[in-house]
Each structure stands twice: as C-alpha cells, then as structure tokens.
C-alpha cells in the first residue's frame, strides 16, 4: 500500500504438496481494508490452480478457513 512503511504479506512454507500459511501481516495504515484476506483468497486461487493444498496454521488464515466452508477442497488433511 502505498505510504506504507512495509507491505502487507502472506508467508508459507512447503510441505509435500501442502503449504503451510504460517503468517499475515497487513500495515497498521493498511488494516480494515481487507487486504489481508485478499492474499488469503489469492492463496486459495493458486492452490486450486497449482493443485497443492493448505495448512491454515496462522490464525487469521484459519479463521478465515472456518467462515469460507467453499475452502474445504483446498484445506490440507495434516495437521500443523
């Protein structure tokens, strides 16, 4: 976002054909602005493209997870 000191991201790491979303971060002068969730939906698009999966580990992730039932086809089985 422009202005901002560092940029909103959405951190994984691999696993399998899993990706673990370990980290959100949107700027204080970003929030409530739905950024956050924008890369989590962009996340979801690529792992339906690239066929992997993934492991909500952070908790905004999750969260998002449990109010997007839609998800489910993209949610690893593994446990983090």
Do not use: N
Request: proline share 6%; hydrophobic share 45%; charged share 30%.
């Amino acid at each position: 976002m422009e202005g901002a000191e560092q940029p909103a991201e959405l951190t994984w790491r691999a696993r399998g054909k899993a990706r673990i979303a370990d980290h959100t971060f949107t700027p204080p002068a970003a929030r409530g602005k739905g950024i956050a969730l924008k890369l989590v939906e962009a996340m979801v698009a690529d792992a339906r493209e690239q066929g992997f999966t993934i492991v909500p580990q952070c908790p905004y992730v999750a969260a998002q997870f449990r109010k997007h039932a839609d998800w489910a086809d993209v949610r690893a089985d593994i446990e983090s």
